[in-house]
């Protein structure tokens, strides 16, 4: 259940309220509007006077709603309507009249309105003109020519939503924590249903200048990015010459006067407000250590992304928000990246995600300035795209960082970001198959023969014996022995190489341990292979941990917790 507040100030504010509430709609969707309840639970009803001009009926009852209004006379405050539209889910029962009345009553009360038993109250009514939502209307002014005390009415309407809820076994939403972007309104909704949109002008937008952010690091290739994807941009100049701020527009989307509809960034999100994006894009000009600078940046950015669930787990939280930030990004360009057959799965991950992605806690944005530029890397190298192996990889590792995502705002205890998480998870977990089936097809189609694919099986039973027989058994088996035949032709020690890919992380979390390896080998296969001396150095090493007797306390490994997410 879906309350929003929503306050407006005039003379005749009261009055074209409930014209709206009693019309056809932007879109003819009022149908039978009529009074649940009111006040005085005998307000004149303009759906029920049928012996009467409903126009008159309308005026009667604005002009009821406004008495302690217009008996303060130039006192009256500025802001006198109090409108708060209260939506049921899709798949909730339809409630009766007597029960949209009980949720208005406690709704009214619940914000300040009118509490319990105040009889000097709030006026206020409850229309309903459709079987999922009513309207809330009230004058903010007390009978006894006082103000309400509606302090933090907004989250004290939220609260009382979940007790409804609950109350009435209904859909039960996530409690935010207030850094939810603005959801679109009814009667955006209802203009992109007329244009055949699927989604509104509002979250359109939205994706496209998250998108913009994440591809870029300048302001100016920010707009200009901005600009190339169909998006109008009008600054917002101070008296100094200075860009202050900025709004945005889809071309085409006007409203009645035939003008464009603008968006300033902070209405589409707080995190996507001028001095917000500066933020964000200042630390990337920062100029980035040579060492950092592999020739594949697929590999970097997996890299970085497989670094995520230790910084979640080990560093304190502002890296960690960080972190989640820069994995937004990754999920928001990975589209442009993708076949055309997984871009939607991946489109609905980025859109989900987004949600988690901001909380209470102020990112660190330094801490994984490597994996925004490696991604905006990939973007801008048009043969960085590959054979499909490093969108591969990157998917396998994103998806691993989204599950601890999950768990670290789980942990916090932020419920709607946690559940952005864990749909992100099932987006992700599609598009990862249909990225990497014909990726694995092609792999298995070169895999060597049966007598070094036994030698590989050996190294294995040695290697992870709890974890052997699922990988032998795998339909990625074929290709997991490819990668490290290919590996063993440019000089690398097959054996080594599985000791240095189950070092990076354990097997435990993955639902599918032959893939997992088959991007950890293939990534580590494509460094340059060492010297015979070191490979002879690495082998006796090899040997020695294999051979070594086993003890709790020798182990070097550190433990990751393992979150309850859904496994590859």
């Known amino acids: 259940m879906i309350p929003k507040i929503i306050l407006g100030k005039g003379a005749r504010a009261t009055r074209r309220l409930i014209g709206y509430l009693y019309g056809p709609g932007s879109a003819n969707e009022h149908t039978d509007p009529h009074l649940v309840t009111s006040w005085n639970k005998f307000a004149p009803d303009p759906g029920r006077n049928p ?7 309308e005026d009667q009852l604005a002009a009821q709603l406004d008495q302690p209004v217009q008996m303060l006379g130039d006192k009256a405050p500025t802001t006198t309507v109090w409108h708060c539209p209260v939506r049921a889910a899709p798949e909730d029962p339809i409630l009766t009249d007597a029960q949209w009345a009980d949720i208005a009553r406690r709704i009214v009360a619940a914000a300040g309105i009118a509490p319990e038993g105040d009889e000097e109250a709030c006026r206020w009514i409850a229309v309903r003109h459709a079987d999922d939502h009513i309207h809330i209307a009230a004058t903010l002014v007390r009978q006894d020519g006082r103000r309400p005390r509606r302090d933090y009415d907004v989250r004290a309407v939220q609260r ?3 007790k409804i809820e609950a109350d009435l076994g209904l859909r ?3 409690p935010g924590d207030g850094t939810a972007a603005k959801r679109p309104t009814s009667k955006e909704h209802f203009k992109a249903k007329r244009q055949g949109q699927q989604a509104t002008s509002r979250e359109i937008l939205r994706a496209r200048v998250r998108r913009a952010v994440a591809a870029t690091s300048t302001e100016a290739e920010f707009f200009a990015v901005l600009e190339a994807t169909g998006v109008n941009v009008r600054p917002k100049v101070g008296p100094s010459g200075d860009v202050l701020g900025y709004s945005v527009a889809l071309p085409g989307d006007l409203n009645k006067h035939g003008e464009p509809v603008w968006f300033s960034g902070s209405t589409l999100a707080g995190d996507l407000s ?3 994006i500066r933020h964000r894009l200042g630390d990337t000009t920062a100029p980035e250590p040579a060492s950092v600078r592999p020739a594949d940046p697929w590999h970097l950015a997996t890299a ?3 670094r995520i669930p230790h910084h979640l787990t080990r560093d304190d939280e502002h890296v960690a928000q960080g972190q989640l930030v820069a994995l937004g990004g990754v999920l928001d360009l990975l589209p442009l990246t993708a076949p055309a057959a997984a871009r939607s799965e991946l489109e609905h991950a980025a859109t989900l995600f987004e949600r988690a992605t901001r909380s209470r806690t102020s990112a660190d944005l330094d801490s994984a300035r ?11 190298t048009p043969t960085a795209t590959g054979d499909g192996t490093g969108l591969a990889m990157l998917l396998d590792a994103a998806l691993i960082a989204v599950a601890f995502a999950r768990h670290w705002h789980r942990q916090r205890q932020n419920a709607q970001q946690e559940a952005a998480a864990r749909q992100t998870l099932v987006h992700l977990q599609t598009a990862y198959t249909q990225v990497t089936a014909p990726v694995l097809n092609d792999l298995a189609s070169r895999a060597p023969g049966i007598p070094i694919k036994e030698r590989y099986a050996r190294h294995l039973q040695q290697a992870i014996p709890e974890h052997a027989d699922r990988i032998l058994k795998d339909p990625a088996w074929d290709a997991l022995a490819a990668v490290l035949a290919d590996a063993e032709t440019t000089g690398h020690n097959p054996a080594t190489l599985i000791d240095q890919a189950l070092g990076q992380r354990p097997l435990d979390d993955a639902r599918n341990p032959a893939r997992a390896l088959t991007w950890r080998i293939h990534r580590l296969g494509r460094r340059h292979a060492p010297s015979p001396r070191a490979q002879a150095a690495m082998a006796r090493s090899t040997t020695r941990r294999h051979t070594a007797p086993a003890h709790p306390a020798a182990s070097t490994q550190p433990v990751v917790p393992k979150p309850q997410a859904r496994r590859r």
Do not use: W, Y
């Open 370 to 380: 490597v994996l925004r530029r490696s991604v905006q890397t990939i973007l801008r």
């Open 172 to 174: 039960r939403l996530n």
């Open 274 to 276: 001028l001095p917000k």
């Open 51 to 57: 012996h009467r001009n409903p126009r008159d009926v």
């Open 304 to 306: 970085a992304t497989d």
């Open 160 to 162: 009382e939503a979940r």
